[in-house]
């Protein structure tokens, strides 16, 4: 642990001296919160400090402690009687300032346990850079009265329009991507923290998993038993549908190589159709993309996915920070604030596997004022960020149909039962 020892101002800037473009808040409670601080690219920050106060100056021990990233280090410190003490410091290249990137930082405040954490991404346990624990007993620096006191945040380096998201509790314990319903959680599964309960999502994904969840959402129905069947020799088989559709896509924009079913159309409430069915031949793959922060579920109806996350969207770090592997039957979700940035793959062997089918189902929260109706990805080829504007290659009706004709004249030479 490093000793208690004033640290090398990394800038001279007064911390309670807060120039016009310094944003502000409050922790909705005081003494524990996370709050996250984006810098767009184009920002040119050189520094970030992201500062905590006391939420009552006056009514509780004068200092403050807070995080201060650039190029060469990120340090988590403590002010007292107008010194700064260094806690923590890190100069690992991932836990670093970086510059023309589009990136989050986050410091993380848990009086009661008595932590004071830094990430990079999303407000993940997974994304922490350093941490600091400060002493129960031997506490020179009075960090265990000063902390639960702390409620004002503020922020300096992060250009003329800071974006600011503050989350009402500290970074311990990341909700888990695999969701399953209330009646299979068990207190085992509680206390590993393996899955989620859709009960906990917010609002809009439990409408969405509410709808999609149930085991008759599945590819096989009673008109048309063999749908999955029928897919793979599509997808397989030169001339055919699917073949010829996954051959135009990957020498198109982007080279997407896989399918994009729509069940429904827009309705202004999600980016583009808020159900789609996605096929996903062998070896096939998504760009790294977003969601342009809605809420989404995803249930994986066939074959099994590769689903990969990531802290940024930027070509200068494509490092996947952790990764599932979804099966048939699973369903997993994102939001605007975890497991917003991924890319999906299905593992298969490319010669002769088996494709994977997705119902993926969107929607923007309830209080989101300006719906962004992109997907936005990184193009390798290009080494940039595009925009991706939700499209359909059919509906579902007309998908199903297509390949049941397909499927009949392939087999019996027959057409498809009225």
């Not at 159309?265 to 977003?290: F, M």
């Not at 997705?358 to 209080?367: D, F, M, S, V």
């Not at 359909?392 to 499927?407: A, G, H, N, P, V």
């Amino acid at each position: 642990m490093p000793s208690a020892q004033p640290a090398t101002h990394v800038s001279p800037i007064k911390l309670h001296l807060v120039s016009r473009d310094a944003a502000q808040g409050d922790f909705r409670i005081t003494g524990q919160g996370t709050a996250s601080v984006r810098l767009p690219a184009d920002a040119g920050a050189r520094s970030l400090t992201i500062a905590l106060r006391p939420a009552k100056p006056g009514k509780a021990p004068a200092g403050a402690c807070g995080l201060t990233v650039d190029a060469a280090s990120a340090v988590l410190w403590v002010e007292k009687n107008g010194e700064r003490y260094e806690l923590a410091r890190s100069t690992a290249p991932k836990a670093l300032l970086q510059a023309h990137t589009n990136q989050s930082y986050w410091l993380s405040l848990d009086s009661n346990n008595r932590r004071l954490r830094y990430g990079k991404g999303e407000m993940l346990l997974h994304l922490m850079q350093c941490e600091y624990a400060f002493p129960e007993t031997s506490d020179p620096l009075g960090l265990g009265k000063l902390a639960p006191t702390l409620g004002r945040v503020e922020v300096r380096g992060a250009g003329d329009h800071p974006h600011l998201l503050l989350r009402p509790i500290p970074v311990n314990l990341d909700p888990a991507p695999l969701v399953v319903r209330p009646e299979d959680i068990t207190l085992d599964l509680i206390a590993q923290n393996t899955v989620s309960v859709a009960q906990n999502l917010p609002k809009e994904c439990q409408l969405l998993y509410a709808n999609v969840a149930g085991p008759n959402i599945r590819l096989a129905s009673p008109d048309f038993p063999e749908f999955a069947q029928a897919i793979q020799y599509s997808i397989a088989t030169p001339g055919k549908m699917c073949f010829e559709k996954l051959k135009e896509k990957a020498g198109g924009e982007g080279g997407f190589s896989y399918l994009r079913i729509t069940l429904d159309g827009n309705l202004g409430d999600s980016p583009g159709q808020p159900y789609v069915l996605e096929v996903w031949p062998a070896g096939s793959h998504s760009p790294i993309h977003d969601h342009g922060q809605a809420n989404a579920i995803i249930k994986v109806l066939h074959g099994q996915i590769l689903i990969e996350w990531f802290g940024t969207l930027s070509p200068q770090d494509e490092t996947s920070w952790g990764h599932m592997l979804a099966h048939a039957g699973d369903v997993t979700f994102l939001t605007p604030q975890y497991y917003q940035i991924h890319r999906l793959s299905n593992p298969s062997p490319r010669a002769g596997g088996d494709f994977c089918a997705t119902i993926q189902c969107y929607r923007y929260a309830n209080k989101d004022r300006q719906h962004y109706e992109f997907f936005d990805y990184i193009d390798d080829k290009e080494q940039r960020v595009e925009h991706f504007r939700p499209d359909s290659d059919w509906t579902y009706r007309e998908f199903k149909q297509l390949i049941q004709k397909e499927w009949a004249e392939a087999m019996h030479g027959l057409s498809p039962t009225a």
